[in-house]
């Protein structure tokens, strides 16, 4: 059973970055695809980036162009580069892993508050 722990996060104005960091255990991280998602009060959790584990990714419209999803296999660690940062980006972000074999998201990072000040 994967274990995720989350890093970064914080408060940070308009136009901004930050990097989010995700550590995974296990010995076999590289047969995972990861994802970040993000859930503002109020709103349904919603998906921000996916790092296929064939290294491929996939990003939501919103946040396109701005945030870059990678990862170290070595380190088994996903990160999450958040540029051009928005006020609308402020939300609880969550890293997840999904083995390749399953179609679920099996299990979540604690969470890190991301907010932006306009």
């Known amino acids: 059973q994967v274990q995720l722990v989350q890093s970064g996060g914080g408060l940070v104005q308009a136009g901004g970055s930050l990097r989010l960091s995700c550590v995974a255990s296990?010995?076999?991280?590289?047969?995972?695809?990861m994802g970040w998602f993000r859930q503002a009060p109020g709103k349904e959790r919603e998906v921000t980036a996916i790092?296929?584990?064939?290294?491929?990714?996939y990003y939501a419209d919103s946040v396109k162009g701005r945030f870059t999803i990678s990862r170290d296999n070595a380190k088994n660690t996903v990160y999450l580069q958040m540029n051009s940062l928005k006020p609308e980006d402020t939300a609880v972000y969550y890293c997840a892993a999904r083995p390749i074999t399953a179609n679920t998201w099996s299990a979540w990072g604690q969470g890190t508050q991301v907010t932006v000040s306009s």
């Open positions: 296990g010995r076999t991280f590289s047969s995972y695809d």
């Open positions: 790092s296929w584990s064939g290294d491929t990714t």
